[in-house]
């Protein structure tokens, strides 16, 4: 009854590969994000997605891309994959948007990207 | 630009008293969240904070002042499984959430 999933847990891969993570939420949440946390523990958030709406964050590079084939998965897809990329992405969920009242976010496990 | 602060390590003894302090400049605000987050696992909810002033959830508390900028989350009572990161987020303006570094927490018996 796990809440909000992602699979590969590990994934190592070469440089110039193309990847994806797959993100799946049972919560019947409205909102799902992706959030990239480096090797100095930030959490950046990398999207929003929210009823079709995609809220990018300007930072991310192109090569990044999330995809959403319904409510309740949000995979996000990364080409050409660098040796910055390296971090844990973890997959998110709330309710509503964020700007409801006390929304929390509930977190996947995590996903511990290695780019050689 | 947007900045949190948070100590980066701290280390208490069990069944003792912490506070986690987190100062902020951001964007506009829209509350302030504490997370919990062992290693190797995901960030879990803590605490909201949109007023100021203190809110008590069991052994942990956190407090608010938005003139100064400023929160603390404090912990009671410490157990071994308190051994975490401790993350501050601040919702801006355009109700995104920046994140600080985190606070490791380290207990010792």
């Known amino acids: 009854d796990t809440a909000v999933s992602q699979t590969p847990k590990y994934l190592v891969t070469q440089m110039g590969n193309d990847k994806s993570i797959k993100c799946e939420q049972n919560l019947g949440h409205d909102t799902m994000y992706w959030y990239k946390q480096d090797s100095k523990k930030f959490l950046k958030i990398m999207f929003s997605y929210n009823n079709k709406e995609l809220i990018i964050n300007e930072t991310v590079p192109n090569r990044f891309s999330p995809k959403s084939p319904d409510k309740a998965h949000l995979n996000l897809h990364i080409n050409s994959l660098e040796l910055g990329d390296s971090a844990v992405y973890f997959c998110?969920?709330?309710?509503?948007?964020?700007?409801?009242?006390?929304?929390?976010?509930?977190f996947g496990p995590g996903t511990r990207l290695l780019v050689l | 630009g947007q900045n949190i602060d948070q100590p980066t390590e701290m280390t208490a003894t069990e069944g003792a008293i912490v506070q986690i302090n987190c100062t902020y400049q951001?964007?506009?605000?829209?509350?302030l969240f504490w997370y919990q987050q062992h290693a190797g696992e995901a960030p879990t909810f803590l605490s909201y904070?949109?007023l100021d002033g203190l809110e008590e959830k069991g052994r942990f508390s956190s407090f608010l002042s938005r003139s100064k900028g400023y929160s603390y989350l404090l912990l009671k009572e410490l157990q071994m499984k308190d051994s975490a990161s401790y993350l501050c987020a601040v919702m801006d303006s355009n109700y995104q959430l920046i994140w600080g570094a985190g606070t490791k927490l380290i207990i010792k018996p």
């Open positions: 951001t964007s506009g605000f829209n509350g």
């Open positions: 998110a969920s709330s309710q509503g948007r964020l700007a409801e009242i006390q929304e929390t976010q509930y």
């Open positions: 904070n949109v």
